[in-house]
């Protein structure tokens, strides 16, 4: 009688604990798709603003959706071809900046990642790249540098400069410590060297935190706009964002043909505004769908591995 009543009492426990964790992952859910949407909400006002009309927009009457639906930011957008080999400078950026600093912070974070008896100056060099993220030579500095080495109004100055970014080498050196020695320990018996070790086992189980870090360097790329400003001497190799900034910011109404200026007279900063980065932000919102995948569990690099 005494164990029926304990198995009953367990059971009952068991239930009811089994309950609070239903109630806890419904609370969880919500509040999760609460977020999802407040980071939802200004993009699609920013659109709805963006295919208003001048007077709605001047006006602060547009809010989640197109109030007398207007073209004509877009007309103005898309009739510039500076527009468009900007965007293509930007995506020339990210094709070369992404899978280079993918390949130089996997060079860098294989060595780091060893024992200081498998590398005696590991921990130096650990902290060479660590004092950069406190300290750097300034602005001067860093422009004369590039200037001496031949990078201005080039690709390669606004690829090189950042090619080692050192927060993704850390998050990558500690993805790197945690996986497992034996894996590394059965290559090396089978005759592999570092080189094999780090292409043949290292990438391929380090792909989720490949995949989160590319997205960052992605979208550091797309999103960085001073340094097109400062180190591009012709405004043709701007950058988009450097661009927009030029004709937001700055409106530069330079080589605009008059059926242009017409229409820019028709349209308000705010639907000029909201049109520009509407266009600017799809490439990245296009491409973060193949990355969401690894994306989840790239972010808790450096956990533990069951």
Known sequence: MLDTYR???????????????????????????????LCLLPLIHIAAVSFSSNAAASAGAVKLWPVEFSLKSYQYVAGREEFWRAMLVSIQRIAIGTPLTLLLISLVAY?????SSAFSFRGVYTWLFFLTMLFNGGFIPWYITLKEYGLLDSIWALV????????????????????????????????????RTLWAIYIPISKPALATLALFSMVEHWNSWFDGLILMNNPIHYPLQS????????????????????ILSQISDRTLKSAQIFLGSLPIIAAYPFLQKYFV??????????
């Open 7 to 37: 198995k009953v009492n367990a059971t009952s426990n068991l239930y009811s604990q089994q309950k609070k964790i239903d109630w806890f992952a419904m609370a969880n859910n919500i509040f999760l798709v609460l977020i999802a949407i």
């Open 111 to 115: 060595p780091l990642s060893k024992e």
């Open 160 to 195: 090189l400069p950042n090619a080692v970014p050192v927060f993704s080498l850390v998050l990558l050196l500690n993805f790197f410590r945690a996986v497992p020695k034996e894996l590394e320990e059965a290559a090396v018996m089978d005759g592999a060297g570092h080189w």
């Open 243 to 262: 661009y927009i900034q030029t004709i937001v910011v700055q409106r530069d109404f330079g080589e605009m043909t008059q059926d242009q200026i017409l």
């Open 297 to 306: 569990k790239g972010i808790v690099l450096g956990s533990v591995k069951g």
